[in-house]
């Protein structure tokens, strides 16, 4: 068995499914796609906590490459807590701290699977005044219906992923790639 440098022996090896330039890559193709639509008009970027994280700060530098400056905000919603499945439901844990009452709203999150918290963090956004809300993830599972998502920088396989923010139970969520666990 090979460990990755700093791993324990009680450490799972992750299959890898995509390496930190592949990663890169993906959000790059996807600024590419954003940018024209988010350019000229108040946008703010509102990142869904806590899995999130990487993937939103990758994509606000890649957008302000592109010449776009969009606002930025954060709201920490729960469905997981450290079960593998959602509780079926949604849970704010912390608002977002500016208003975005007439402002379009870009709802960044890790995965879309069921796309119950896209529908509810949309819903939210529009009852705190937002003009228009858009929704972009980085992976988005084959079983998840596209309706309620507009922009996704990877099709994933239906298995429970790992690193680049998303996590098993609060661990791995620094792994520079991103990773299954073993079934």
Do not use: N
């Not at 959000?27 to 940018?35: G, P």
């Not at 400056?69 to 977002?96: I, K, M, N, P, T």
């Not at 139970?169 to 991103?178: A, E, T, V």
């Amino acid at each position: 068995m090979t460990l990755r440098r700093g791993a324990s022996i009680t450490d799972p090896v992750f299959e890898t499914l995509l390496t930190p330039q592949e990663i890169e890559a993906r959000v790059a193709a996807l600024a590419d796609r954003l940018a024209p639509e988010l350019a000229g008009a108040r946008w703010v970027a509102v990142v869904i906590l806590l899995g999130a994280t990487p993937f939103a700060a990758d994509l606000m530098r890649a957008l302000a490459m592109r010449g776009v400056d969009v606002g930025f905000d954060a709201l920490w919603l729960e469905s997981y807590r450290d079960a593998r499945q959602s509780s079926g439901r949604v849970v704010v844990r912390a608002d977002v701290s500016r208003s975005v009452s007439g402002a379009g709203v870009l709802l960044i999150d890790d995965v879309f699977d069921s796309g119950r918290t896209i529908s509810f963090a949309r819903s939210h956004m529009l009852a705190k005044g937002a003009a228009a809300v858009k929704s972009c993830v980085f992976a988005r599972k084959p079983d998840a219906a596209v309706e309620g998502l507009d922009y996704w920088a990877y099709d994933a396989p239906a298995r429970f992923l790992v690193g680049y923010g998303m996590d098993d139970s609060g661990r791995w969520r620094g792994l520079p790639y991103l990773g299954v666990v073993p079934d």
